[in-house]
């Protein structure tokens, strides 16, 4: 039976402090900072990955466009200049 306070309006209960610890409560709480700070050190990696990979292309398409003839492909045959000063 519950034992009651001099306040009518308010009864409490005794209190449980003896009774056994419910093992879902004894998580530790989580720590928030530590998830902003994976989220800022993944975004921070993504940005990098990212400033790198289009960096390598550009590069790659610069090299493609301004590519400098071979010298295997410089090769010109011998032809006789028609019209030049003789």
Known sequence: ???LSTNRAFPTLPS???APRDPRHDKPKKNPTRAVSVFIVVVVLIVIGTVLFNAIREKREFDRDNAQPSAASDVRPA???IGASQ
């Open 16 to 18: 449980m402090n003896n």
């Open 79 to 81: 032809v006789p200049a």
């Open 1 to 3: 039976m519950a034992v």
